[in-house]
């Protein structure tokens, strides 16, 4: 199944970009990624601190790991 990857660091959604820089404030997006899945499905992953933010495609988040 294809997936499609695509690095976005300086162009990640607004509602992301917010929550790193409110929540997150005294770390930096190391990499961020746009995932699109063989469905169709986007989310969007944002390396932060060395943790990676998962965000569906309306910004929200998901999940940390």
């Known amino acids: 199944f294809p997936v499609t990857i695509r690095h976005i660091t300086a162009d990640l959604p607004a509602p992301i970009a917010n929550?790193?820089?409110k929540n997150l404030t005294d770390k930096k997006i190391k990499e961020a990624s746009?995932?699109?899945d063989a469905s169709g499905k986007?989310?969007?992953e944002a390396e932060v601190g060395g943790k990676d933010y998962i965000?569906?495609?309306k910004g929200n988040l998901m999940r940390s790991e």
Request: glycine share 0%; hydrophobic share 50%.
């Open 34 to 36: 746009k995932i699109t």
């Open 42 to 44: 986007v989310t969007f």
């Open 55 to 57: 965000f569906d495609e």
């Open 19 to 21: 929550y790193i820089a």
